[in-house]
């Protein structure tokens, strides 16, 4: 059954223009990376003019063509819409123009991309948070480009990664937002939020609170996890006191942590609303730095991979840290695993996103 609003069919299909970058700086979190941006965009109204989202593909220092190609092909993957060339600062930017819901048709696949057909409740409500963030970014009205084609925005295969269930919940859900007070949400989701997803403000913690954004309980009446259908979602990381003076110098400047001492200890300085490390404590020769939110993520990284989560606890001896932890991701909004379990669990899309957004509503992308 269709997934729409009542009057639905009173809405305008309005054509948005993509810009897709596959490469860039380091991500923060999938779909929801959300740096320093806002969650809540003004809402988008036809009075504003047309809806464009431009995402580039890549930066090159090639000469431009001058010409747009349709359809088209670039570094061996198909895009529907237009591929155009533009000057960006000394370089040049390869930019694919394509109408909004063929975007998402070449996002689902990578975000969530489930072929289990009991999962299409949660594959509907994953079109509409990737239609409510990318349509929110647009709000943002940058000069050159909207989002990127990365877990640093949404991941974005183009036509190659197309699947028929993935594309069937975007028309299922077309034209479909969430909104808080009138105004399009950027919806952030991630793989497994755990027992408990996180507070906004416990991971991004340069931002403030979002009511719509807080712990959710995403337990079942036994106790278990929604998001256990992703499987294990315990894991365990193991450091020495030399790997972590390692990490903290080559991290810490991106950072901007202060201190690049030998460490010498390590401890949690604070745990949030839901359970996740919001303050890492590093004693080092030169002084305490003080590590928070997300950040602990990124200075703690694994062969370049960062750390699953903030969600964990520490054992310290012999030299060695020890982190013992649950789920992958920042943590924020929907749990994509947890969307599953509820969608297994006879849960429709509506549900889904009322548990993981409290408080904002289904609105038409006018």
């Known amino acids: 059954m269709p997934f729409a609003l009542h009057g639905a069919d009173t809405r305008r299909r309005i054509g948005l223009?993509?810009?897709v970058l596959s490469g860039g700086g380091p991500a923060l979190a999938t779909a929801g990376g959300l740096g320093k941006r806002p969650a809540v965009s003004p809402q988008v109204s036809p009075s504003q003019g047309p809806l464009t989202i431009r995402v580039l593909l890549a930066r090159v220092p090639v000469a431009p063509s001058g010409d747009a190609v349709a359809g088209g092909e670039w570094n061996g993957r198909h895009y529907r819409g237009v591929i155009d060339v533009v000057p960006d600062g000394g370089m040049l930017a390869v930019i694919n123009?394509?109408?909004?819901?063929?975007y998402l048709r070449g996002v689902l696949p990578g975000e969530i991309g489930s072929r289990d057909p009991r999962d299409r409740a949660a594959l509907q409500a994953q079109a509409v948070a990737a239609r409510s963030y990318a349509a929110a970014r647009m709000?943002?009205?940058r000069p050159l480009y909207d989002v990127v084609a990365t877990v640093a925005d949404q991941v974005y295969g183009g036509m190659d990664v197309e699947r028929p269930e993935t594309d069937a919940a975007v028309r299922a859900t077309r034209g479909l937002v969430l909104t808080w007070a009138d105004r399009i949400i950027?919806?952030?989701?991630?793989?497994?939020?755990?027992?408990?997803?996180?507070?906004?403000?416990e991971v991004f913690w340069r931002r403030g609170a979002e009511p719509y954004l807080r712990p959710v309980d995403d337990r079942l009446p036994d106790g278990r996890c929604y998001c256990d259908a992703g499987g294990g979602r315990r894991w365990e990381r193991r450091f020495t006191l030399t790997e972590l003076t390692q990490r903290l110098a080559q991290y810490g400047p991106e950072l901007r942590l202060s201190g690049r001492g030998e460490v010498r200890g390590v401890r949690i300085g604070a745990i949030g609303a839901s359970g996740r490390v919001t303050v890492l404590e590093l004693d080092t020769s030169t002084g305490a730095v003080t590590v928070r939110g997300n950040d602990i993520r990124f200075l703690l990284r694994t062969g370049g991979d960062i750390l699953p989560s903030t969600s964990f606890s520490i054992d310290v001896g012999a030299g060695q840290?020890?982190?013992r932890g649950a789920g992958n991701g920042h943590g924020v909004g929907m749990s994509q695993w947890g969307a599953i379990g509820r969608a297994r669990a006879g849960q429709d899309a509506r549900a889904i996103l009322a548990a993981y957004y409290p408080g904002t509503r289904l609105s038409p992308l006018l």
């Open 321 to 323: 840290v020890v982190l």
């Open 17 to 19: 223009l993509l810009l």
């Open 139 to 141: 709000g943002e009205r």
């Open 97 to 102: 123009r394509v109408e909004l819901d063929e």
């Open 186 to 201: 950027t919806a952030p989701y991630h793989s497994q939020g755990g027992l408990t997803t996180a507070a906004l403000d």
